[in-house]
């Protein structure tokens, strides 16, 4: 068969579930063994630009750069995609020429010699004279316990073979995947990838009333209600409050929060404690129970105005200890108390269709009415303080498994070389079929992780589960696995990220 590509050629190639990547047709690395295929001469090294990484790449996956690089350009928008690009335009702009006998050996020493030349020109030199003023360090008594030690123990090998062979391994990874990370050294631990910049949070129109919310038709009560923490979930709740007509207070630990808020007909607190005094009933959505109870304990917090014509109702994701100590504190001020906890994301706080579980004082729930009907589709009491809490943790357990599991599917299919979009097609006909697995697995394939619900907040959720379990001697294996599936995708820098982010800890 004639070979398309000739050594040299710059082209578009593209491996199983990643998008085209610019390279260019170049002779193997040393050890980089070719690939059994039956269509002989219908495989290429490829040299990726901007990663300097090799991978063997078959004929049909690839087409020449400048006849398909309009195209090619808008398939992938990724930091390291972009510097890519650019590393080949600059080297299409140099007009550099490579020999056909010239290998890619040749290419990364080249490579290397213009970053060192660069690094010496920009480092001054020192004179001669300077040197002499040194005390020279060679016997000291750390370097004879050294040579000692040398006798006994075998040479180490050097460290330049675990970087052949990882180079060897990067073949199999996607370019953009590779792209190392400033804070690794080059052929570091396990090939990880370059963390992935967070997607900025689109602002959130406060004023837009939802289509979900015109169809509720709520009539607000005439209480004024307090709401403290304007973070993902909080945001989208306080927006729904204004919009069916509720007086809101609003505050935030950063204030500039507040002000669309505002804008929107709310009023602002300096502090927790000046919310609270200004309002009947006060919510509280922050980050963790640490946080909820530093809302209520800390200084200017709830416990400062709470009084007994006031109620207080924790949002929190918590366990139920948490809620027991903070429903204590608030009943000995002889206020009311309800823990509210919520189902669901981003989406549904902003389109009011969350699920709300409530326990705690009978009354407060009632006074809450209109304002649970504003945030979300269906609301449950569920008796004593601390079962909400309960139940959300146990819902919480399945949802982060059944994530945990999908990302190690789909890590599996990119493994084997399935595409990761025919899995997703296929799943979607199947009886394992839902809105939050298929949202999920399209987050994954695309990669870019724009936070919905926090990872960390999945992991917590998981953890404060865990623990609960750990109490009753309940066993919970799977969720102790995911959770550690989670906490090894948040300490490679993704606990701000979407919980599809836990693919990263799956796959990496």
């Given at each position: 068969m004639t070979e398309q590509f000739k050594l040299g050629d710059l082209v578009w190639a593209k491996m199983k579930g990643f998008s085209p990547w610019p390279g260019r047709v170049s002779n193997p690395i040393k050890d980089m063994k070719k690939p059994n295929n039956p269509k002989k001469g219908s495989v290429h090294c490829i040299y990726f630009f901007g990663?300097?990484?090799?991978?063997?790449?078959?004929?049909?996956n690839m087409n020449h750069y400048q006849d398909h690089k309009e195209t090619c350009l808008k398939l992938c928008r990724t930091a390291a995609f972009k510097e890519a690009c650019k590393a080949i335009e600059k080297f299409i702009a140099d007009g550099e020429v490579f020999e056909d006998e010239l290998d890619s050996d040749s290419l990364f020493?080249?490579?290397k010699e213009e970053s060192n030349t660069s690094i010496e020109k920009k480092t001054p030199k020192i004179k001669p004279k300077k040197l002499k003023t040194y005390v020279p360090l060679?016997?000291?008594?750390?370097?004879?316990?050294?040579?000692?030690?040398?006798?006994?123990?075998?040479?180490?090998?050097?460290?330049?073979?675990?970087?052949?062979?990882?180079?060897?391994?990067?073949?199999?990874?996607?370019?953009?995947?590779?792209?190392?990370?400033?804070l690794r050294k080059s052929g570091s631990l396990l090939d990880r990838p370059a963390n992935v910049t967070r997607p900025a949070t689109p602002p959130l129109d406060v004023e837009t009333l939802s289509q979900t919310l015109k169809d509720k038709n709520i009539c607000a009560s005439s209480l004024k209600f307090g709401f403290l923490g304007l973070g993902i979930m909080g945001s989208g709740i306080v927006k729904n409050l204004l919009n069916s007509g509720h007086k809101v207070v609003v505050w935030n630990r950063t204030q500039t929060k507040c002000a669309d808020f505002v804008k929107a007909g709310a009023e602002q607190g300096l502090t927790p404690s000046d919310v609270v005094g200004m309002s009947d009933i006060t919510f509280s959505c922050v980050a963790d129970p640490q946080t909820a109870k530093e809302m209520?304990?800390?200084?200017?917090?709830?416990?400062?105005?709470?009084?007994?014509d006031k109620g207080y109702v924790e949002m929190t994701g918590i366990d139920a200890e948490t809620s027991e100590d903070i429903a204590e504190a608030i009943t000995a001020k002889g206020a009311r108390y309800l823990e509210a906890q919520v189902q669901g994301s981003k989406v549904q706080a902003e389109e009011g269709t969350l699920v709300i579980l409530a326990a705690g004082d009978r009354q407060l729930f009632d006074n809450c009415h209109s304002c649970f009907g504003a945030m979300g589709k269906n609301t449950f009491y569920l008796g004593e303080v601390g079962n909400a809490?309960?139940?959300?943790?146990?819902l919480q357990l399945l949802a982060g498994v059944t994530l945990a599991g999908l990302a190690e599917s789909m890590a599996l299919a990119d493994r084997v070389g399935l595409q990761q979009k025919d899995v997703l097609e296929i799943l979607e006909l199947t009886?394992?079929?839902?809105?939050?697995?298929?949202?999920?697995?399209r987050a994954i394939i695309e990669g870019g992780f724009p936070t919905s619900q926090p990872?960390?907040?999945?992991?917590?959720?998981l953890r404060l589960s865990l623990i609960m379990s750990d109490q009753l001697e309940q066993p919970n294996p799977l969720a102790a696995a995911a959770n550690e599936i989670y906490k090894h995708a948040k300490r490679l820098g993704y606990g701000q990220h979407d919980v599809s982010a836990v693919y990263i800890g799956a796959r990496f």
């Open positions: 990663t300097n990484n090799y991978g063997w790449i078959d004929e049909i020493d080249k490579l060679q016997e000291t008594p750390k370097v004879k316990r050294e040579s000692i030690g040398s006798e006994r123990r075998p040479a180490k090998k050097q460290r330049t073979d675990s970087n052949a062979s990882s180079n060897n391994r990067l073949g199999s990874l996607s370019p953009a995947l590779n792209h190392s990370t400033p209520v304990f800390g200084n200017c917090g709830v416990l400062t105005e709470i009084s007994p809490s309960k139940m959300n943790l146990v009886s394992l079929s839902c809105p939050a697995i298929l949202d999920k697995g990872l960390r907040h999945m992991q917590k959720d």
